[in-house]
């Protein structure tokens, strides 16, 4: 038998209804790294979440050197010799990092006063063995990001870890930082340690790992040596084989420039790689433009440009000729912005308050009569979007109590209603059933149709490749490929670009797939 | 009036009065560094006023009295813990219900067993024993105003130095300190936040309890609301302090000299007693002010 088993795994959190494991079966072998990829939501985290101790599965077992185990919690993963690093650091900033790696199982003097001396003792051995170079007495406040993640290794070493679950580990590393990681982790496999590495990176999983579990929507869909695998085939396991969504989408002429962006970079404080990198793009009236892209690679920041909640450090935006580059949400507006945001209960909506007053909020000036709102008009304007987008609400109830599909309606009918001739939506239809998916689709057609510029973010491919008419792809806040939206664009394509396999920004601008270059 | 008969007394009642402040606020530190805003220290300081009277009045023994006072302020914490904790409520609502539930029932109880809402007198009830300790005579000048203290007075300086020793020292403080500055970091190795969090607010309902138990067992009576807002300023010592317990240590010495100041000036200084009386709140207003424009620059200063 291998040396971890997992047979079976399967997760239903009741609150979201998210079946995050489906009898997933994972079998890592002794020292060995093995990989586990997959997109956003695929059930990597949530599967070593179980491994870990910090989740418990409804279903499954696990075998872990030959002997069935039940991992109730942290400790008990650490007695057995598997010690985790999360994605996001579970240090104490104020604290040594001596005492960030004893936390727990402090080592004690007369039975109940630490012992800071072999504490730091202790932590300063694991150190030097295993080659780092931090001071256990420094704060971790004070340290780099690649520090607090070798406190985070060496945590995991002080509990005498055998098999070690790195999740997403280079996702906030610079590219140095990730040199040093592998090395440590090479060091790590030589003295026999066995290594899990979370990641939806490609060139990680061909640079890293022995082996490879490919997982999709909370199943595993293939497991290989790496090897006998390529980026493309991984990249292609990942992104899946689904039908494409059919949308009626005529051909059309697109008319003059609506929204521009010129060279939009972001630089954000203590990172060495921008989050948007000299960003153009262009949409013309009676187009929609779709944005595709992996999670973390300069969506969320072209989203907050044009909403106008962040400025770029460098390059220009304009809307309808004006250059809006320095304005605020609310000029943005009257400049003839609409925009339905990706966080819709936040942004896009105030939960506490009525269907009535979410849907006048941006126009609420027109229902002012000396200083007063006038309820009659608001209730009349209310209930005509009501009806015309058919939502499933009354006006006067609270927006908080309505379902996710029906609080995106009265989003949309909100922003649909300023008849702006750009509009921005952004992940329109994450967690939408599909009736409701399909409305918002035909209203996007429609907006099309009456020659209004479309800009589309969006993960999911199918409904970039099903509406867009152009396809930007970003990765690592660049736009690494620029393509008309015609038969010959594939998932595959599109999937290879968001993963960095395929980078067209070095040459052509503009290229159809027929010329788009290889690795 | 001479001028050193005036200083000496004045110091020595400040001692007495810092002592209840010092207490609540040494277990507001507890609850603090676990993370929480806990306004439930005047609530838990008034259970422990009037249980520990009442009850040493009743079974005849300040001890008892002292020890069942702080039984009862531990009990109500724990109430408060378990529906802010447990139950998620917003605890910034239930200390506020804390403190109201406490107010209610010493008076509902003081009535119906005394039949009266006002100042209740305990004659039988024995003074708190002082100790003395002769080395603290011995020390010239000032040593006259540490000498001559009720046994609880010493109690709340001893507990401050246990406070540092526990949170600085052992394994628990450590991860009550961890609790309050990253949860998810306690939670991450295994240990749970809450239960670090229920076990500060139980040390707060400990040292609230014996805080209460000072003031009216050194009054030997009840009084309704004696706390008259002990608890709040226990928490701006908190703050003032700058959460560590020596800091507290003089914060409370600050509101105890400012409190013992105004008794004295009511006898002798020509201002209108109503001034007199606010100014020890009139000293948490600055003392706030000034920690706040210190706390300003001090950020200013770091960021450039």
Redesign the interface.
């Known amino acids: 038998m291998a040396y971890l088993q997992m047979h079976g795994i399967t997760k239903l959190y009741q609150t979201s209804g998210v079946l995050a494991n489906n009898a997933v079966d994972l079998s890592i072998e002794e020292n060995e790294v093995h990989a586990v990829i997959g997109e956003n939501g695929a059930g990597k985290s949530t599967l070593m979440k179980l491994l870990y101790?910090?989740e418990h599965p409804d279903a499954g077992e696990t075998f872990f050197r030959g002997e069935r185990v039940e991992i109730k919690?942290?400790?008990?993963?650490?007695r057995l010799g598997i010690g985790?690093v999360?994605q996001?650091f579970?240090?104490?900033?104020?604290?040594t990092v001596a005492?960030?790696v004893v936390?727990?199982?402090?080592p004690?003097k007369r039975g109940?006063?630490?012992d800071r001396q072999s504490a730091i003792g202790h932590v300063a051995k694991v150190i030097e063995d295993h080659g780092f170079s931090i001071d256990p007495k420094r704060k971790v406040k004070e340290l780099t990001v690649g520090q607090m993640q070798q406190v985070e290794i060496i945590k995991m070493l002080y509990k005498n870890a055998e098999l070690l679950i790195l999740d997403e580990p280079t996702s906030v590393l610079t590219e140095q930082e990730i040199e040093r990681l592998f090395e440590t982790l090479r060091n790590l496999l030589s003295r026999g340690k066995t290594i899990i590495l979370i990641t939806h990176k490609l060139e990680e999983v061909m640079d890293m790992s022995d082996r490879v579990t490919v997982m999709r929507g909370g199943k595993v869909v293939a497991v290989k040596r790496t090897v006998d695998v390529d980026k493309r085939e991984l990249s292609r396991l990942m992104v899946g084989k689904d039908i494409l969504l059919q949308v009626d989408r005529p051909a059309k002429e697109p008319g003059e420039t609506i929204l521009e962006m010129q060279g939009v970079t972001i630089c954000c404080r203590g990172q060495q790689r921008p989050l948007l990198d000299g960003v153009d793009l262009k949409v013309r009236a009676g187009e929609i433009v779709g944005i595709a892209g992996v999670g973390g690679n300069g969506l969320a920041e072209i989203e907050d440009v044009i909403g106008g909640l962040r400025h770029p450090g460098s390059g220009k935006m304009f809307l309808n000729g004006e250059d809006v580059t320095r304005y605020g949400a609310e000029q943005l507006r009257e400049a003839g912005l609409a925009y339905v945001p990706a966080d819709r209960l936040n942004r896009g909506a105030s939960l506490q308050s009525s269907v009535r007053e979410n849907c006048i909020v941006t126009k609420h000036h027109d229902f002012l009569k000396a200083g007063v709102l006038l309820q009659r008009g608001i209730r009349e304007f209310t209930r005509q979007l009501i009806d015309h987008f058919s939502i499933s609400a009354g006006e006067g109830m609270r927006a908080g109590n309505l379902s996710g599909g029906n609080i995106q309606k009265m989003i949309l009918a909100r922003e649909l209603s300023a008849e702006s001739n750009f509009i921005l939506f952004s992940e329109p239809t994450w967690g939408l059933d599909i009736a409701s998916s399909q409305f918002v689709y035909e209203q996007m057609m429609d907006l099309r149709k009456r020659d209004a510029a479309v800009l589309l973010i969006s993960s999911n491919l199918d409904e970039i490749l099903g509406l867009a008419d152009t396809i930007l792809v970003m990765y690592r806040g660049r736009v690494v490929g620029r393509l008309a939206n015609t038969e010959d664009v594939t998932k595959d394509i599109i999937g290879e670009y968001m993963l960095g396999i395929r980078d067209d920004s070095q040459g052509v601008a503009v290229a159809s797939p027929s010329g788009v270059r290889g690795e | 009036m001479s001028n050193t008969s005036f200083p000496i007394p004045m110091l020595h009642s400040t001692i007495r009065i810092m002592a209840p402040f010092l207490l609540a606020a040494i277990g507001g530190l507890f609850t603090e560094l676990a993370g929480m805003l806990n306004i439930a220290l005047e609530g838990l300081m008034l259970i422990g006023a009037f249980f520990s009277v009442v009850l040493a009045a009743a079974t005849g023994s300040l001890f008892l009295g002292v020890v069942l006072g702080i039984l009862a302020s531990i009990v109500a914490a724990y109430v408060f813990g378990f529906i802010s904790l447990n139950l998620r409520a917003n605890i910034f609502i239930t200390g506020l219900a804390t403190n109201l539930f406490a107010e209610g029932l010493t008076v509902v109880l003081a009535f119906q067993i005394f039949g009266n809402k006002g100042v209740i007198r305990f004659a039988n009830l024995s003074k708190l024993p002082d100790l003395s300790i002769p080395s603290l005579q011995r020390i010239p000048v000032i040593g006259d105003i540490f000498i001559g203290h009720n046994v609880l007075i010493y109690i709340s300086w001893l507990m401050v130095i246990l406070a540092a020793i526990v949170i600085y020292?052992?394994?628990f403080g450590?991860?009550i300190?961890?609790t309050g500055?990253?949860p998810?970091?306690?939670?991450?190795?295994?240990?749970s936040p809450r239960r670090y969090g229920m076990y500060a607010i139980l040390i707060s309902g400990f040292t609230c309890g014996l805080a209460g138990a000072v003031l009216s067992l050194q009054m030997g009576a009840f009084v309704p609301g004696i706390t008259s807002g002990r608890g709040w300023i226990a928490l701006v010592a908190i703050y003032l302090g700058n959460k560590n317990p020596l800091g507290i240590f003089i914060a409370c010495l600050v509101f105890g000299f400012a409190e013992s100041f105004s008794n004295y000036a009511q006898g002798i200084m020509d201002v209108p007693a109503d001034f007199i009386l606010a100014f020890p709140y009139i000293i948490t207003v600055v003392a706030m002010i000034a920690y706040s424009i210190v706390q300003h620059y001090r950020l200013k200063g770091s960021e450039g």
């Open positions: 101790g910090l919690d942290p400790f008990a993963a650490n985790m999360h996001h579970k240090l104490v900033p104020d604290f005492e960030n936390l727990g199982t402090e004690r109940i006063f630490i | 020292k052992t394994p450590l991860r300190r961890g500055s990253n998810g970091a306690i939670e991450a190795i295994g240990l």
